[in-house]
């Protein structure tokens, strides 16, 4: 047998560098193009699981006990009671990006100082109205399921959204209807704010809560408003943007609207009243402090064909809708 030569080893050996090379050179980069894939997978992902563990513990004022649920259940507990389950979807999602506006504000920023230890909210209209859904299948019987699926759908299609200005989650104020207009912030409240400015909303007047007419005696009146009457029941002396009573002169006193409405237990703070005998007639026209997001007015431009992006930026002036993870900041997961 021949030795082999010097020379054929040599050009093996380079044939086998050859191949050998650019596995070497290329894997270290195939690696690192994976991982970067991976990472940012991670990432989305570390970002949906956050927003699905986020946690609301609610007070329930009746049996003053606490439940701690998601975030998303939560939401669709307070849109099945603050709105009908039968108004048009995109108002339910309007309500529903104002009830998660609220939870994450709240979250953030805390807000009712009157809470029990370790409760986020409670389940009255002090912070925003919630219904579990044992007493919401309590309440609607056999149409639980189709009504449920519906707010489900609202909640689903604004999930993880909340309404901004200046990169802050705004006061998203609401109510039930108004009297033709919604109300600057200033003029029911102490302080203006900037996305809460009066505005039209003819869509009201198919509300059942629009107009009410009621009688009341005059000694009740007296009593609650601390004021004797005469033939003369009252001067309206200025109203606001919102055509609701700014200041009346009653029995010598002067009030605003507000004192009035909230003394007399009224509807709204646009009332006008006649005397027959020994009592009042009192009209009233809308339902609320008329502040914000009018329900029945959000229903009826959904009925129009808006969808609840415009909805929400009709009623709330100058704002955005974004992702919770453009407020939270981390300081929302971090401490939930």
């Not at 009504?147 to 489900?152: A, G, P, R, S, T």
């Amino acid at each position: 047998m021949k030795p082999i030569k010097p020379i054929f080893i040599i050009v093996i050996f380079i044939l086998f560098l050859s191949f050998l090379v650019p596995t070497i050179i290329v894997l270290p980069f195939q690696k690192d193009e994976a991982s970067g894939k991976l990472s940012e997978e991670k990432k989305h992902k570390k970002v949906e699981e956050d927003q699905s563990t986020i946690e609301v513990t609610v007070y329930r004022t009746a049996s003053k006990k606490i439940d701690t649920l998601p975030m998303e259940n939560y939401v669709a507990g307070v849109v099945a009671a603050e709105m009908p389950a039968d108004f048009k979807l995109e108002a339910l999602k309007a309500q529903a990006l104002t009830a998660r506006t609220f939870i994450v504000s709240r979250l953030l920023y805390g807000g009712n100082s009157d809470l029990p230890e370790n409760a986020d909210v409670t389940d009255g209209v002090a912070d925003q109205a919630y219904l579990s859904n044992d007493q919401l299948k309590q309440n609607w019987g056999n149409q639980y399921d189709q009504k449920m699926e519906k707010i489900n759908k609202a909640v689903q299609e604004t999930e993880g959204k909340v309404i901004v200005y200046n990169g802050k989650p705004i006061d998203a104020a609401f109510f039930s209807t108004s009297n033709g207009y919604t109300e600057n912030a200033e003029d029911y409240w102490s302080n203006a704010i900037p996305y809460l400015k009066s505005v039209p909303s003819p869509w009201d007047k198919s509300s059942p809560k629009f107009s009410k007419q009621e009688t009341v005696p005059i000694a009740d009146v007296e009593q609650k408003l601390g004021v004797t009457l005469t033939n003369d029941t009252g001067t309206v002396l200025s109203r606001t943007a919102g055509k609701r009573v700014a200041k009346i002169r009653i029995g010598g006193k002067i009030f605003t609207g507000r004192e009035v409405r909230e003394k007399l237990n009224l509807p709204s703070s646009d009332f006008t009243w006649t005397k027959e005998g020994n009592h009042l007639i009192i009209t009233t026209k809308g339902y609320g402090h008329g502040v914000g997001m009018s329900q029945y007015g959000a229903n009826g431009m959904a009925e129009e064909g808006k969808d609840c992006d415009s909805i929400i930026k009709y009623y709330y002036k100058g704002v955005s809708i974004v992702p919770i993870e453009k407020v939270a900041n981390n300081k929302l997961m971090a401490t939930k």
